[in-house]
């Protein structure tokens, strides 16, 4: 999917980032949740401190959110030391030791940890190729860089959940699409992106079904994207309202919600310098 420039512009705007959209955990909380209704379902923290077998040393975990991967590293490697960063302070709590800072200028030395983390994070940031740069400046020949985002084919019936439901609402058939963060930074585009400064790029790829049979987690997850969804031109707790509604009906119907996911994890490994 081509995005838009205004689009853009609200993906990466940063006074929403820090506020509305991440002031606090509570909205990516939501969105991690739906997860636990996926099949099959995938451990990312797990599965990230797998990759990180090899890794020594330092590992900083940028754009860390509300820390969940930075708890299980630190559980699971606690010989590793781990740097949460983040632009957002609101979001970072009392995650010990974090730093507030921006990918694009990151306050690390040249080759100071042996790994870094961008997970679904990339698709905010407004110069990629600069962040891309930032991630590989801090890696020393050979350290990793791990990096995770969705398909374009991500959760496809969220949206025409949303459409549907705003078009109810708005009177026609069919509301203005909703704000895809990921379309910023696809799986599908993720492998060039990062292959302008990274050698070696190897995609997990994770696919899954969510089925649920309670409307709530579904109504909550599009609650998430409040920051953005109410910027476009759709009224948001009345759409919220009519997708609940919809959900029920088709839970009724069905004896399910379903929604097909694709995310994936990239792992990059830095080139000699
Ligand atoms: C979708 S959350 C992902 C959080 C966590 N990595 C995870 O996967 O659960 C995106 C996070 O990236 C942060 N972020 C956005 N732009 C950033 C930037 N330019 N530099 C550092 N962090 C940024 C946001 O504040 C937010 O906490």
Redesign the pocket.
Same mark, same amino acid.
Request: glycine residues 8%; contains cysteine.
């Given at each position: 999917m081509t995005a838009q420039p205004a689009h853009d512009q609200l993906v990466t705007d940063r006074s929403l @980032?820090?506020t509305k959209a991440?002031g606090t955990g509570q909205h990516?909380a939501a969105r991690?949740s739906l997860y636990q209704w996926q099949t099959p379902s995938h451990d990312l923290p797990g599965i990230v401190v797998n990759e990180l077998a090899d890794v020594r040393g330092a590992v900083a975990d940028?754009?860390?959110?509300?820390g969940?991967?930075v708890a299980r590293v630190r559980d699971d490697r606690p010989d590793l030391n781990v740097l949460p960063?983040?632009?957002?302070p609101g979001?970072l709590g009392v995650i010990p030791g974090a730093v507030v800072?921006?990918?694009?200028q990151l306050p690390i030395a040249d080759g100071a940890v042996g790994a870094v983390l961008a @997970?679904?994070?990339l698709y905010?940031?407004e110069d990629q190729a600069r962040a891309v740069k930032e991630l590989s400046r801090v890696l020393p020949p050979g350290g990793i860089a791990i990096v995770?985002t969705n398909s374009q084919n991500d959760k496809r019936e969220l949206e025409q959940l949303w459409r549907r439901a705003a078009g109810d609402v708005l009177g026609i058939q069919e509301g203005p699409a909703r704000v895809q963060l990921s379309a910023r930074f696809t799986l599908e585009d993720a492998p060039a992106i990062l292959g302008t400064v990274f050698s070696e790029i190897r995609t997990i790829p994770l696919p899954g079904v969510i089925e649920v049979t309670d409307a709530e987690p579904v109504v909550a997850h599009l609650a998430s994207y409040e920051a953005w969804a109410d910027k476009m031109g759709v009224p948001f707790r009345e759409t919220i309202e009519r997708a609940r509604e919809r959900v029920n009906e088709t839970i009724q119907a069905e004896g399910a919600f379903r929604v097909a996911c694709l995310g994936g994890i990239l792992v990059c490994q830095a080139p000699d310098r």
């Open positions: @980032l820090s991440y990516l991690q940028v754009g860390c959110g509300n969940k991967f960063v983040d632009v957002s979001i800072a921006d990918i694009q @997970l679904h994070m905010h940031v995770s």
